[in-house]
């Protein structure tokens, strides 16, 4: 532990958050761009890492990666929140439901063809269920620490209603397929650029308030 503390004493564990955030980008535009027919209302984030398009594999790695920059981030996130007085078990679970929600990035970049639909599908609710948790958990988590305002308290509450969205939309659109897929593909974007700002806005907390 004392050495994990002397990176985090070293780096500031924001730069993570900062570097992940680019990483992704850097993966997310060129696959964009190249993609037959994109649209936000059409488009799924994990059809950008499959076969039909060009960049996939460059996609689904830098997707990877930005889930290794994301569980440093939290871990280093995690440190700071006790050194707010934050208690240890409270938020040590809270970066272990983080951690299992960046391996389901992960397993979705490895696991997404055709052949391997079921374990994309099982690493996503992976990723969202323990998203949700998590989001909620630091709601409650940040209350108790002055640091926080209650915008950013406000702000967990809100990505983690639109993981439920997309997961509402999922649900919804296995029960009846094509019953509004469009909103689904929609609510799936705006949840990822809500989940990435969230990770962006605690790393400039981090810069700010040391």
Known sequence: ???IDKIY??????????????????GLIPAILVHPSFSFFETHISHLGGPTNALY??????WFI???FIILFMLG???????????????????????????????MAIFNTEEAYTNHFIFELVFFFTGILYLFGYAVLENKAKIFSKWQILFNIIVAAF????????????????????FQSFAEWLFLFANLFWFFENGVLMLRKK
Not at 16 to 26: D, E, H, P, Q, Y
Not at 57 to 62: E, K, P, R, T
Request: no cysteine; net charge positive; hydrophobic share 60%.
């Open 57 to 62: 594999i460059f996609f689904n790695v830098f």
């Open 163 to 182: 993981f439920i969205l997309y997961l509402i939309l999922l649900v919804l659109n296995r029960v009846s397929p094509g019953l509004a897929p469009e």
């Open 77 to 107: 996130f995690t440190l700071y929140l006790q050194e707010k007085g934050l208690t240890k078990k409270g938020t040590w679970i809270m970066f272990i439901l983080a951690f299992l929600s960046a391996i389901g990035i992960m397993g």
């Open 9 to 26: 004493t070293k780096i500031n564990a924001s730069y993570f958050a900062f570097i992940g955030l680019i990483i992704f980008f850097i």
């Open 1 to 3: 532990m004392e050495f």
């Open 66 to 68: 930005t889930a290794i």
